[in-house]
């Protein structure tokens, strides 16, 4: 890039489809551009939309009703905290993991072709170190959790091996997904009370169902481009029929959801109906993107796919007003 003039060199050591203003852009060195580009952090949206069900499941486990143990309800600020660091990191590591699979496939994909792999700005042993480090910031947080936790946590490797390969072979690669981006669903709630029960694998069940819609509307963005090179997708599979699909997925992702709140207890032990509520608003927040959709329109179709972090923000306020409304008016 040495004979292009600077500020068309900047833009070409971006990618298509960040945000020019990204604070990596603004903040980082040059030199780092690629490998925050490899780990997606100047597209946050997807380690929010990992976090999601870790951060629910944490704000729903201390609400399990124990007649025989004292709870405040309120989630752990730690496991917070070690949540939000091993979502970035670990979807960085899923993202660097991704592209080294799916390099052949980005080079012919409008979208993702200037990706640092298939534009050659990283080369494939820089990846693979770059891997390796995120995932060692993954598994450092891991070991802040019980046993129990760490194991179920180092079980959800062998989904997140498996999925860049299910495009290939499936039409489901989002079914494929919502397992690997549910997992905390799982972990939250093992990590709180050291094994799983009813209500987190509902919880799961429910969050991958809302896995598979919103990454439906993302690979919309895509679908003539892996129509041409043979990519599979929930997108291609549903086609003129996903708002229907969509209505579907989302009133699953709201009835499972329901039921972990009534399996943990949340009933029970005093009144919780913020967090049902919570589902409340969050159900229209979901029939507003289903409303709005425009599957041909491949900028509105990222806007809501972006804008489940909302929906993740009204379940988690939900439940930690459940929370504090019990803390409140306790009973017994």
């Known amino acids: 890039m040495k004979n292009l003039r600077p500020g068309v060199a900047r833009a070409a050591e971006r990618v298509s489809d960040a945000p020019s203003n990204n604070w990596v852009y603004r903040v980082l060195p040059r030199g780092v551009w690629p490998y925050a580009q490899l780990a997606r952090w100047d597209r946050p949206i997807g380690w929010q939309l990992l976090l999601w069900p870790c951060w ?6 201390p609400q399990r009703f124990t007649p025989s ?6 989630p752990s600020g730690w496991h917070l905290l070690l949540f939000v660091i091993g979502a970035i990191a670990m979807r960085g590591a899923g993202c660097t993991y991704n592209d080294l699979i799916d390099e052949g496939i980005d080079s012919k994909v409008a979208r993702t072709r200037s990706r640092p792999l298939p534009s050659g700005r990283v080369s494939r042993l820089e990846a693979k170190l770059f891997l390796v480090v995120q995932a060692l910031v993954g598994l450092l947080v891991l070991l802040q959790f019980n046993v129990f936790a760490i194991l179920l946590g180092i079980a959800s490797l062998a989904i997140v091996a ?3 390969f299910l495009k290939r072979i499936t039409d489901w690669p989002q079914l494929g997904l919502g397992f690997a981006f549910s997992w905390g669903a799982l972990m939250g709630w093992a990590a709180y009370w050291g094994g799983l029960e009813r209500a987190p694998l509902l919880l799961y069940a429910g969050c991958i169902l809302w896995t598979i819609g919103y990454d439906t509307i993302y690979a919309h963005q895509d679908k003539e481009d ?12 549903f ?36 967090a049902y509520c919570g589902l409340a608003i969050g159900a ?10 425009d599957i041909d329109d491949a900028d509105q179709c990222l806007r809501l796919f972006k804008s489940n972090t909302v929906f993740g923000w009204i379940i988690f306020f939900g439940l930690i007003f459940s929370a504090l409304w019990k803390l409140s008016f306790p009973i017994g």
């Not at 629910?56 to 486990?61: E, P, Q």
């Open 56 to 61: 629910w499941a944490a704000a729903l486990a």
């Open 69 to 74: 143990a004292v709870h405040t309800g309120l």
């Open 162 to 164: 498996v999925y860049p």
């Open 226 to 237: 892996d129509a041409l090179i043979g990519v599979r997708s929930t997108a291609r599979l």
């Open 239 to 274: 086609g003129r029929h996903t708002k229907s699909a969509l209505t579907v997925l989302y009133l699953g992702t709201i009835l499972f959801m329901a039921a972990s709140f009534f399996m943990a207890g949340t009933t029970a032990g005093g009144p919780a109906w913020p």
């Open 284 to 293: 229209l927040q979901m029939s507003w993107q289903i409303m709005t959709l």
